[in-house]
């Protein structure tokens, strides 16, 4: 028997384990998928001991995703990115190696909902680890980013290591949340990488500033229907909810794990129907 996971702190309400156990169902696999809840001391040893094991891969998540870059042989993406959420122990290396497939989920959701952000002028609301990750998705996509953030000094950073790393066609930029009012009105593709709109019905980008030549993604998944992603939807714009991000970045680490094609449609309809 295979066995992935998912490690974090906390981890207990998470959709992973059925949406990767539908893939195995639904191909016959002889696999399971557990979630584990190292102490922050204890994370590199659980690593060890899940290489030990035969573990073939694990997820990882909050607080843990910086700290599993130190550890692994991470790709040059998630390098750039500064995190690592998929950890590959098949490999013939004493190291396993690390990727960012958050970013790859951000760009698998535009691309199913027919949304090429190259050339697109986009906005990124939030500059932690989500907001790194769609920063970094769309600038590499040929998007021009601008960073919008609570913390202006973190959007700065995000913007200057955009700049800095030479891939990015265009000049990324970066403000605090009133960057939104003159940003939004002329963005194609618009993303919320902040937690604002999970705990209550509230949204980072005021109504007026959304219009109907915007696709809009919305991180949150719980709710799948949030603030934004209903306002949005009123002034006539594309929009993409969290569910699908969540979708692709286990699409992206079952088939980095696997080598196999994973069943899409299997693993949407698991998650969608626990949201
Ligand atoms: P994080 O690293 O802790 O970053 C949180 C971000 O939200 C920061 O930019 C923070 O701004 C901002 N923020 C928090 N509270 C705010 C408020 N009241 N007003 C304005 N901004 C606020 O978290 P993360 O890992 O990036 O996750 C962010 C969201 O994305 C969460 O809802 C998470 O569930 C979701 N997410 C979804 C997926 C998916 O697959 N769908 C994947 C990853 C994350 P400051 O810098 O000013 O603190």
Redesign the pocket.
Known sequence: MQVFGLVGNPVGHSLSPPMHEAAYDSLGMDARYVTYEPSPERFAAALDGADALGITGLNV??PF?QDALELVDADPFAERIGAV?TIDFTGDSDTPRGYNT?AA?VSRSFARHDVSPDGADAVV?????????AAFALADEGAAVHVA???AS??AELAAELNDDGESEHTATAGD?DSLATSVPDADVLV???????ESD?T?VPAPLLHENLAVLD????PPDTRLLREAREAGATTID????????GVVAFERWTGREAPVDEMDAALRSRL
């Open positions: 998540t909050i995703k959420n958050d989920g609301v939030g500059a932690g680890g989500a907001g790194r990750a953030n609570r913390t973190r959007a949340l919320n990488a902040t937690s604002v709109g999970m509230e980072p991180a949150v998944y719980a969290g569910a699908w991000m969540l979708l692709y970045q």
